[in-house]
């Protein structure tokens, strides 16, 4: 479990394809206090900690999680959000999040709002139901509140520390973005749909 809210950033330093899999070695400023079995959020995807070493830490990702993530786009020198899971005695800053990501969204618009930043996305209309007004979503690890909703869009805004601190400030139009939805709007939204 999550809070959306980033710890840092790490770099890919190296991508290992076997099979229908996709191995990953980061270096990131937390990747020497990990040890194998820990999950850690990458880019919103939670991932096992295989191994640790040399100041990085090595992931691996298998053909769900690149088929329904960015992960798969994922090259040497890709920069990621990374956030360790949340510790039970911990302030919840964010919303919870459980590195599941339901799928990837489009950026469509990004402006400079003297200061901060408004991202505009696209969703598939099928996902129309899991997006509200002043909801909570999760955009590639980082817990962001929704505004101006339609049937296949939305924006959130970006203050200057999440802009600087997060690989939000390399998003651009046309790229694709790791999406998780609320947790209990998707719960909820199951439930009404079994109550038809």
């Known amino acids: 479990m999550f809070t959306g809210i980033v710890e840092t950033q790490g770099i890919i330093k190296k991508v290992i394809e076997k099979g229908a899999n996709k191995t990953f070695w980061i270096k990131s400023p937390i990747s020497s206090k990990l040890k194998p079995d820990q999950s850690v959020a990458h880019d919103g995807a939670c991932l096992t900690v295989e191994d640790v070493k040399g100041g990085q830490h090595r992931v691996t990702a298998i053909a769900e999680t690149l088929s329904k993530t960015t992960l798969g786009d994922w090259q040497k020198n890709t920069i990621v959000n990374l956030e360790r899971c949340l510790k039970i005695n911990d302030r919840l800053?964010?919303?919870?999040?459980?590195?599941?990501?339901d799928t990837s969204a489009i950026c469509i618009d990004k402006k400079e709002k003297e200061g901060s930043w408004e991202f505009s996305f696209q969703l598939l209309p099928?996902?129309?139901?899991?997006?509200?007004e002043k909801g909570s979503i999760s955009i590639n690890g980082i817990s962001l509140t929704i505004f101006n909703v339609t049937e296949t869009t939305f924006d959130v805004a970006i203050i200057p520390y999440t802009f600087e601190h997060t690989n939000m400030s390399i998003v651009k139009p046309g790229q694709k973005v790791n999406i998780e939805f609320d947790m209990f709007g998707k719960y909820i939204n199951r439930k009404l749909s079994l109550s038809k």
């Open 126 to 132: 099928e996902f129309a139901t899991l997006i509200i």
């Open 93 to 101: 800053d964010g919303h919870f999040v459980q590195g599941h990501v």
